[in-house]
């Protein structure tokens, strides 16, 4: 299938990001007897940006030179988390995702410092310092404890964890869960958020793989890590997104589940601060996806979630 039994994996620079692209090479050598699978690091703009990302072209600052690499033959896959693919840039033409890894855990978390007297959300005093890097847990935060000072915090999520506990500035952080399995660091769970509370972004969880679509031999072997039920799933979550045409400040969540044979999907848009959002929950069969994404993307619509988004900065 591949010309010499070779294949460049990019990825950007971040431990978590070079452990998902070991992932995935574990994965295509287990498949493949003496393939040699490189991983290429590129340290995006994105990355060493570091203000406020909607001052830096959005979540698609960590793709654009990674975009650039792929499309000019420096790599032949890119690995992807998809809840850092934006919904309002597309694809580079020629260019797509051929697998999408099974879906891991889609819950945030909650870090606390060393030594907190703290194991929840709900035990924090009034006027708690929370660090979180994501205008979606802010808004989220807010609305359950609006009394709770929220700050954004940049940086990948290790550079995140070592701030965190040098500067003892924050009273918790709220992370992935799925994340700090993919670096190691577990252990640092002090509580698991109730999805009912903290609805997960779009393609939580999600490892994708992109690769030019002309290279017919390197897509059918990534299409072999393709997990079905995932790809529905992120397909309806990202046709919500697109439907909404939010922008990198847009504190929009989503998440598509199979339940009881049919698809269930909740799409939620958020303004700024949580006090004011539009909800929609749906079903349609499991071979429409799209069309659910889209069904729940015009329901936030007709809910006010377009007026919401217009009213947030960016």
Not at 16 to 34: E, F, I, S
Not at 118 to 131: D, K, M, N, Q, V
Not at 197 to 203: E, H, Q, R, T, Y
Not at 217 to 231: P, Q, S
């Amino acid at each position: 299938m591949l010309p010499d039994s070779r294949i460049r994996i990019g990825s950007r620079t971040s431990p978590m990001a070079l452990a998902q692209a070991n992932q995935v090479r574990d994965l295509l050598t287990g498949m493949v007897d003496g393939l040699d699978a490189e991983i290429v690091g590129i340290q995006t703009s994105g990355d060493r940006w570091q203000g406020d990302l909607s001052e830096f072209g959005g979540k698609g600052a960590f793709l654009k030179e990674i975009d650039r690499h792929l499309l000019m033959g420096g790599i032949d896959i890119a690995v992807h988390c998809m809840k850092d693919v934006p919904g309002d840039v597309p694809l580079p033409e020629g260019t797509a995702f051929a697998a999408y890894l099974e879906r891991e855990d889609v819950h945030d978390v909650v870090v606390f410092p060393t030594g907190s007297p703290y194991r929840s959300i709900e035990e924090l005093p009034a006027g708690a310092r929370i660090a979180t890097s994501a205008v979606r847990r802010k808004a989220q935060l807010l609305r359950a404890r609006p009394d709770l000072q929220i700050d954004r915090i940049r940086g990948n999520v290790n550079s995140r964890l070592a701030r965190f506990d040098e500067e003892r500035r924050f009273d918790a952080m709220i992370l992935a869960r799925a994340g700090l399995r993919r670096i190691g660091m577990e252990d640092r769970v002090g509580q698991v958020l109730p999805l009912e509370m903290m609805c997960p972004a779009i393609g939580a969880g999600v490892i994708g793989v992109q690769c030019r679509t002309a290279d017919k031999g390197i897509v059918e072997l990534v299409r072999l890590l393709d997990h079905a039920e995932t790809r529905t799933h992120v397909t309806a979550e990202r046709t919500m997104l697109q439907g909404l045409r939010g922008h990198c400040n847009s504190p929009i969540a989503g998440h598509c589940t199979t339940t009881g044979g049919q698809l269930s999907m909740i799409g939620m848009v958020f303004s700024g601060e949580g006090d004011t959002f539009a909800y929609a929950h749906e079903w349609d069969k499991p071979d429409r996806a799209p069309e659910l994404g889209a069904y729940v993307a015009a329901t936030l619509v007709r809910k006010g979630a377009r007026d919401i988004i217009a009213g947030i900065p960016h």
